[in-house]
């Protein structure tokens, strides 16, 4: 026995008295289904394109990008947190360079800071580096390559590190960290003129780094008095009062 089924209204009257689309809506409603249509398409070309990173990837970079900003900003706990997750996760591959690369990330911004400390955590994995790796190590430490081995240095190095250390190379290079990374070795090997040490200034004081701004100060501060500046020597120290104070809750 079939189960009865009910009787269908008809909606032949209803659908002759709605109006019909005209032309201008028939071609908006078009352009949203092509819109659409584009829209998906990219989607899945982009599901398709590969597979997914590994997630140390992205846990390595998230960490020492967190690492890196607090040690700027002078927050030393959080930046060994984040630096020990940073640690294990690119610990997880087993592969020296790229252990290698996180020391060598940390220690550029202790350079950019003017802490000129050897780079502890990369030695032991130096053997194992690659050759742009040492290089980088020996330029934070204050020893420029030559020839060849300049082009082992990241790009926004390269020409500094050739002897450009102009006021106008120097300010080209566009990432505010590089920037610093660059005074700072041309600082330790005695070549960073007054021009560069205010553009180093003017840098972390952009970024708000506590850090690398107080101690570029306390340069500028330390030249004055020995020139004998006393009203530049004062105006630095209230401009350092004010950062340090900044720090405190």
Same mark, same amino acid.
């Given at each position: 026995m079939s189960l009865p089924f009910a009787k269908r209204?008809?909606?032949?009257?209803?659908?002759?008295?709605?109006?019909?689309?005209g032309a201008a809506q028939r071609e908006a409603s078009a352009r949203r289904i092509?819109?659409?249509?584009?829209?998906?398409?990219?989607?899945?070309?982009?599901?398709?394109?590969?597979?997914?990173?590994?997630?140390?990837?992205?846990?390595?970079?998230? #960490?020492?990008?967190? +690492? !890196?900003? +607090?040690?700027? #900003?002078?927050?030393?706990?959080?930046?060994?947190?984040?630096?020990?997750?940073a640690r294990s996760e690119v610990g997880r591959t087993g592969r020296a360079d790229l252990a290698a690369r996180v020391e060598l990330m940390r220690c550029a911004a202790h350079v950019?800071?003017?802490?000129?400390?050897?780079?502890?955590?990369?030695?032991?994995?130096?053997?194992?580096?690659?050759? #742009?790796?040492?290089?980088?190590?020996?330029?934070? #430490?204050g020893r420029l390559p030559t020839g060849a081995e300049r082009e082992q240095l990241p790009p926004a190095q390269r020409a500094v590190a050739a002897g450009g250390a102009s006021l106008?190379?120097?300010? +080209?290079?566009?990432?505010?960290?590089?920037?610093?990374?660059?005074?700072?070795?041309?600082?330790? !090997?005695?070549?960073?003129?007054?021009?560069?040490?205010?553009?180093?200034?003017?840098?972390?004081s952009a970024q708000g780094w506590r850090r690398p701004l107080l101690a570029w100060l306390k340069v500028q501060q330390q030249r004055a008095t020995r020139a004998g500046d006393a009203t530049a020597a004062a105006q630095l120290q209230r401009r350092i009062d004010l950062v340090e104070a900044s720090t405190r809750p």
């Open positions: 209204p008809d909606t032949s009257q209803a659908l002759r008295t709605l109006p019909r689309p092509r819109a659409a249509a584009a829209l998906l398409a990219a989607c899945l070309a982009g599901c398709a394109s590969g597979p997914p990173a590994p997630d140390w990837q992205a846990n390595t970079k998230s #960490a020492m990008d967190a +690492a !890196v900003a +607090a040690y700027l #900003a002078g927050n030393s706990r959080a930046e060994a947190q984040e630096l020990a997750r950019a800071s003017l802490e000129f400390q050897p780079c502890a955590g990369f030695e032991p994995l130096r053997a194992d580096s690659g050759p #742009a790796e040492r290089v980088y190590a020996d330029y934070l #430490a106008a190379t120097v300010q +080209a290079i566009e990432d505010p960290l590089s920037r610093l990374i660059a005074i700072a070795v041309q600082f330790q !090997v005695g070549q960073a003129r007054p021009e560069l040490m205010a553009l180093a200034v003017d840098t972390a």
